[in-house]
């Protein structure tokens, strides 16, 4: 959830009317960014197209800065969008929602002062040896302030943005309509059940009380684990919109790049190892695959697991649809991937009616890849170009376009961002190796 490079301080809209507001401008402007585009071109002789009017750098970065002055709900659906269905939609947008990711700017001084006063009482100060004004965070939702309490408590505090909770349905609406009314969302892609997943989750997200029931729930399952280790709530200092917890010192995971190869897999596989464990043990999943929900202990070696709001039940139909999808996949099985993929709705069947062979290709270069011998090497993305011109050209036609069902997508979320980190580190992992003998899946 967090990012260690903190944006200047703007106070967050708070009220329903100022927050509507704030996509009112954001409508203006990107009007007037079309306007004055367009102009240009006919200055220049052109004839522009509506498209082209709009997908200006300054329209992108219009749009960029207002989701993330609003944070909240608007900046998160932005980056779910460009994690769950960015390869269904224009690259332009993806690329707009995936910047999203680490532009959250951070209340100003007094907005943070009303909120804590709010939460713990006007004199919350003299509870406190030392408070941080400057957060070492900032994101979507809230943003995390280092703390030491009278009797000593080194603590980390997430402190929950004004006014989040209760415009999720209102933002993720009006950027819904935002997309579809400037065309940048395809009209032939049906995004409703994911907006309505998308309200759930971050309603989830933006209560606190459970989001602490899930690290303390997390703690117990990983009790006494050595290369895990989970912040312990406070309940003291905890409330609804509060988060407190002892603080963990880490480094960036990213920072394992430049680790010696042997470290660089030896982490993988423990992350990799966990979320196979979450799919098929412990039935919860922390679906947020955000690098920064991860830091690093250089002198333990261990890893410190961050921000469980994203937490949630993995469906036993969903851990018997991966297993058998993971079964074919390691029998090199091509018909038994692509029927467990129909079944479980990874796929649609217009997609393989329209573009079978295309399909076909697909989960060959992946099986090949996947069935080489040794460690599976994720820093190897050669499979990847092969991927790109039939995975287009499948795109590209909005009779196959599908989304999957959103106990499926979540999931999915986090293993793809979990790959996504194993090929940033370089990291070669055994993969076939783990999943028989850990979980009984066998070839």
Do not use: C
Not at 5 to 21: C, E, F, K, M, Y
Not at 102 to 125: C, F, I, S, T, Y
Not at 224 to 252: C, H, I, N, R, W
Request: overall charge negative; charged content about 25%.
């Amino acid at each position: 959830m967090v990012s260690d490079d903190v944006p200047p301080h703007r106070a967050v809209p708070s009220g329903r009317l100022s927050r509507l507001g704030q996509f009112g401008r954001l409508a203006g402007g990107v009007a007037g960014g079309m306007i004055a585009e367009g102009a240009r071109r006919l200055a220049d002789g052109e004839r522009p197209k509506m498209r082209d009017m709009l997908m200006t750098p300054g329209n992108f970065a219009r749009l960029a800065d207002r989701l993330s002055h609003l944070r909240g709900a608007a900046m998160k659906l932005g980056q779910m969008i460009s994690m769950d269905t960015g390869d269904l939609l224009p690259p332009e947008l993806s690329q707009l929602m995936a910047g999203l990711r680490d532009r959250a700017n951070h209340m100003p001084p007094q907005q943070l002062q009303q909120v804590l006063a709010r939460e713990w009482g006007a004199d919350w100060r003299r509870r406190f040896k030392r408070f941080e004004p400057t957060p070492m965070a900032a994101a979507s939702i809230g943003q995390v302030h280092r703390a030491v309490t009278k009797d000593g408590r080194d603590l980390a505090i997430k402190v929950q943005y004004p006014g989040v909770r209760g415009s999720i349905d209102a933002d993720i609406d009006n950027v819904a309509t935002l997309l579809r009314v400037s065309g940048l969302l395809p009209k032939e892609l049906d995004i409703g059940p994911l907006l309505e997943e998308a309200k759930h989750q971050l309603a989830d997200e933006a209560d606190y009380h459970r989001e602490g029931e899930q690290m303390t729930r997390y703690g117990a399952l990983l009790a006494g684990e050595t290369d895990y280790v989970v912040p312990k709530l406070d309940a003291e200092f905890s409330t609804g919109q509060v988060l407190a917890m002892d603080y963990l010192a880490g480094v960036p995971i990213e920072s394992l790049v430049d680790a010696d190869q042997g470290e660089r897999n030896r982490v993988m596989t423990a992350l990799l190892s966990l979320v196979l464990r979450e799919l098929f043990e412990f039935g919860v999943m922390q679906t947020d695959p955000n690098f920064a929900n991860y830091r690093y202990q250089p002198e333990s070696g261990r890893l410190v697991l961050l921000d469980f709001g994203a937490a949630r039940p993995v469906l036993p139909e969903t851990s018997v649809a991966y297993r058998r999808l993971i079964e074919a996949a390691l029998a090199g099985n091509r018909e038994g991937v692509k029927a467990a993929a129909l079944d479980a709705g990874f796929v649609g069947e217009g997609a393989v009616a329209r573009h079978g062979e295309r399909i076909d290709l697909m989960i060959d270069v992946v099986l090949a890849k996947l069935n080489e011998p040794g460690p599976f090497d994720f820093g190897n993305r050669g499979f990847v170009e092969l991927l790109r011109e039939p995975g287009t050209a499948v795109a590209s036609d909005s009779a196959a376009w599908h989304i999957p069902p959103a106990a499926i997508l979540f999931v999915q979320r986090k293993i793809s961002g979990t790959a996504l980190l194993a090929a940033r580190l370089g990291a070669e992992v055994d993969v076939r190796a783990m999943v028989a003998g850990q979980f009984g899946i066998v070839a």
